[in-house]
């Protein structure tokens, strides 16, 4: 049975394809950065907030979408459980909604898994108004399931996400954080020769410290296993709360790296095995090589993209620099991809209700 906010959602959807009127669905607004510029009336997600159901000992757990991201946390919190992928939150009131239509994933995604692994099943209202439901509640329920997966970094543009079935995990039994002094040729060769081991590796960062190349290794998982891997890789064991605080800081994009540039923010996603990139400055690199950081001036997003494409991955403009001109946020996509795009979007969307060009900013209307 729809809930009464679920109902008017649903109507007003249905009256903006009449009116022919574009909505820009909106939670927390703290993802407004990300993306190109929003387009429309906002439609809040405010309403569909609230828990629907948690069995922690099924490691399930389903929410509306309106529901505080830091809600959802401290409930889990509470019985020893959380959201392994660890969306960042950039800034308080973010959403769960905002997380799956971001698709953004935290420090241990290279380990874990990213936001779309964690979908078990949604309720979407799609440009219709119409109200569909997508996979179930547990894993081995995978009719929809590839729906589901598709609208996790979808922008709003396939429809409202009005509620989640996620797959939750226990908090690991153990944890450090290891430091290495060492270059950034030297850190992705230590990554990619610890990812051939049985180590319980989480999540690593390398950046430059005064001056000095510095590789944090986070372990995560039985307190024997943790352990172990500690006497075998050496480094400097960091404090426990200092280093808690420190990857919390890199997942919300509040340590200190970020604020030092004065140019765009740029993330790179290539192979773990890319070399270092040509880029210029001290980048910051993540989930085992796979995810890197740079600042760069205007007018140099050609050379980024470029760099991005040799090492075989792609770039995307990520926050701006103040008062530049406008220039794409992502990479223009392949004509396959974007053929499978653009039909998706007018599946679920015939009218275009929804605001495509936070995804596609060239996407040509009904309105």
Known sequence: MESPALTRIAERIRAAAADRTTLSIRGGNTKAFYGEAAHGEALETAALAGVVSYEPSELVVTVGAGTPLAELEALLAGQGQCLPFEPPRFAPGGTVGGMIAAGLSGPARASVGAVRDYLLGLTLVSGRGEVLVFGG????????YDVSRVLAGSMGALGLVAQAS????PVAPAEATLDFACSQADALRLLNEWGGRPL???ASAWRERDGVGVLSLRLRGAVAAVDAACAQLGGERQDAGRAAAGWQSLRDQQH???GAGTGALWRLSVPQTAPVLDLGGAPLVEWHGGQRWVHASPGESQRVRAAARAAGGHATLFRPAPGARHEPRFDALSAPVERIHRALMNEFDPD???DRGRLLPATPTAH
């Open 166 to 169: 996620l797959k939750v995990l």
């Open 200 to 202: 319980p590796l989480n």
């Open 256 to 258: 200190p790296w970020f």
């Open 137 to 144: 509640q547990v894993m081995k329920n995978v009719a929809g």
């Open 352 to 354: 275009a209700v929804f």
